[in-house]
C-alpha cells in the first residue's frame, strides 16, 4: 500500500516574529528577542534595527513564488513588501522555512499592525497567513513632546490626566540628549491608540 502525504494540503504552522533569525551549522534554526503581539515604546517613531519575521509550513510539495509585507491596518499601502522564490524543497522533509529580515524598518504611530505572508504557484495562492501585533505607548496618560533636535516623540516621564503648568521645567530627549522645554502647549498626549 503506498505512503499516504500527512499533510494532504500545506499550511502554515508557524508565524514568529523576532529581533534575529539564526542558521546555525548543525542546521537548526535559532529566533533570538521573539516578540510578543503587544509592544511598548515611549519613542516615536519606533525603529528597529532589525525585525525578523519566521514562517514555518508544512505539506509544500512544490516549487512557489512567495512574499510578507507589513501593514498599519488602515493603510492603504505597505510599510515594506519583499517578495521571492523558493526554488528547490528540502529532501525528506514536509518542512519549508521562510525567513525574512528588515533592517531600519521604522513605524511612526501607535497602532495595530499586520505583516501578511502568501505563497502561490502560476498566479494561484497555495497558502496565506497573518501575524496581527499592537504597539502602544505605556502611559495613556504620560505627556510626550516632539524634540527641537532630532524630531522624534518622546514620553517625558510626566504624568497627568489636568492641565500642566510646567512654565521653566525642560525634558531631555533620549535620543539625542536635547533639551526641551516641557510646556503644555507643544506636549500631548497618544490619545485612542490601539
Given at each position: ?12 504552522e508557524a508565524f514568529l516574529m ?138 517625558t516621564g510626566v504624568v497627568t490626566k489636568g492641565s500642566l503648568d ?29
Amino acid at each position: 500500500m503506498p505512503e499516504q502525504n500527512m499533510f494532504p494540503a500545506p499550511f502554515v504552522e508557524a508565524f514568529l516574529m523576532a529581533e534575529d533569525i539564526r542558521n546555525e551549522q548543525n542546521g537548526q534554526v535559532s529566533l533570538v528577542g521573539v516578540f510578543s503581539d503587544c509592544l511598548f515604546s515611549k519613542l516615536w517613531p519606533i525603529r528597529f534595527a532589525k525585525l525578523c519575521y519566521m514562517v514555518r509550513m508544512r505539506g509544500l510539495t512544490r516549487k512557489c513564488a512567495h512574499g510578507l509585507s507589513v501593514w498599519a491596518l488602515d493603510a492603504t499601502s505597505a510599510l515594506v513588501t519583499v517578495d521571492g522564490t523558493l526554488d528547490k524543497l528540502a529532501e525528506n522533509t514536509e518542512v519549508a522555512v521562510f525567513n525574512y529580515t528588515f533592517f531600519g524598518l521604522a513605524f511612526e504611530k501607535p497602532g495595530r499592525y499586520v505583516a501578511k505572508f502568501s505563497a502561490s504557484d502560476e498566479g494561484k495562492t497555495i497558502v496565506s497567513a497573518e501575524y496581527s501585533f499592537v504597539l502602544r505607548v505605556p502611559n495613556a496618560d504620560e505627556l510626550y513632546i516632539e524634540c527641537g533636535n532630532c524630531h522624534v516623540k518622546y514620553g517625558t516621564g510626566v504624568v497627568t490626566k489636568g492641565s500642566l503648568d510646567a512654565k521653566g521645567c525642560q525634558s531631555v530627549c533620549p535620543q539625542c540628549k536635547h533639551s526641551n522645554p516641557l510646556e503644555t502647549r507643544a506636549a500631548s498626549r497618544f490619545s485612542g491608540s490601539a
